[in-house]
């Protein structure tokens, strides 16, 4: 006996409601997210620290921290007061002992080499203060940074100098002492200079300036030298307009690096000012006392 058909207008069984009978399932949806994007490719290090530990009699303050700056690229440090920023600075400059890790120039290790050693080999380095010899010349300041320099060869240094910052040229018999901030602190960079360095450590170098002279020294002479070729590892309070200029940027915080990523990055963190501030939320306001 035949087997009655079933009606019309019924799915078949397993099929989705609403599917014609004998069409095929629709595909899943998925639900994946995509993987994030890979962090930039860095350049090759020309300065870098790897694991660094270093301090004050024994005592470390920075621990552990890592970070490289190339030829031809602004990296900024940022973090605190306390932080550890200027004592990381003097720890790549040979100012304060290596208790662990490393510090390599070139490719080359250096965490054992004298201050001075590691300046013949291209390192410069612009203290926050003290930067200038107040009661010499601008002529004077830059050939004492040149003493290393031959004497045949130093007056046309100091004349290349003098092309890269014009103004200082006019002002070449004047004493430091009478220089505007940021006339000292270009000063300051340019005496770091004269031996010609490859990697520059500036510490600081908008501190007390106007924002417009901080802005100058920021975009033109840091801007300068990293697209003449050198490694520029700046240490800066003024966070927003650091990222303007930086290619990459670190955040210390009590000694050890917080975050590191690209200015890009970085100017879009959204919680960067509590990274840098160590801010914690304000309290949500008292409630009123029952009446």
């Known amino acids: 006996m035949p087997t009655s058909a079933e009606p019309p207008g019924q799915p078949e069984p397993g099929s989705p409601a609403g599917a014609a009978p004998g069409s095929p399932l629709p ?9 994030p994007a890979p962090p930039p490719a860095r350049p090759p290090a020309y300065l870098a620290c790897h694991e660094l530990v270093s301090g004050y009699r024994k005592v470390p303050v920075v621990r552990g921290v890592s970070l490289q700056v190339a030829l031809g690229e602004i990296v900024l440090v940022i973090g605190p007061n ?9 720890a790549l400059t040979g100012q304060l002992p290596c208790f662990e890790g490393s510090v390599t ?6 965490s054992r080499l004298a201050e001075e ?4 080999r291209g390192i410069g ?22 003493y290393r320099v031959p004497a045949r060869a130093l007056k046309a240094r100091i004349d290349e100098i003098f092309d890269l910052f014009p103004t200082l040229q006019v ?8 220089l505007s901030g940021g006339e000292r602190k270009t000063l300051g960079i340019a005496r770091a200079l004269v031996p010609q360095p490859k990697a520059l450590i500036l510490d600081e170098p908008t501190s007390n300036l106007a924002p417009l002279i901080a802005a100058r020294v920021l975009h033109e002479v840091a801007g300068a ?15 927003s307009l650091g990222l303007e200029v930086a290619h990459w940027g670190y955040v210390l915080t ?18 960067l000012g509590a990274l840098f501030l160590a801010a914690q939320p304000a309290p949500a306001p008292a409630a009123p006392a029952p009446a």
Do not use: C, W
């Open 82 to 90: 306390g932080a550890g920023k200027s004592t990381l600075a003097k």
């Open 171 to 178: 002002m070449r018999r004047r004493q430091a002492r009478t």
């Open 117 to 120: 050693v590691r300046s013949a």
């Open 225 to 239: 030298l990293a697209a003449s070729g050198h490694a520029v590892l700046a240490i800066e309070q003024r966070v």
């Open 27 to 35: 595909a899943a949806s998925s639900t994946v997210a995509p993987p």
């Open 254 to 271: 009590e000694g050890t690096v917080r975050l590191d990523a690209s200015a890009e990055a970085l100017r879009s963190h959204a919680d």
């Open 125 to 146: 380095y612009v203290p926050q203060v003290n930067d200038v010899f107040a009661t010499m010349t601008v002529t004077e300041n830059l050939e004492m940074g040149g």
């Open 105 to 110: 120039l070139g490719g080359e290790e250096i």
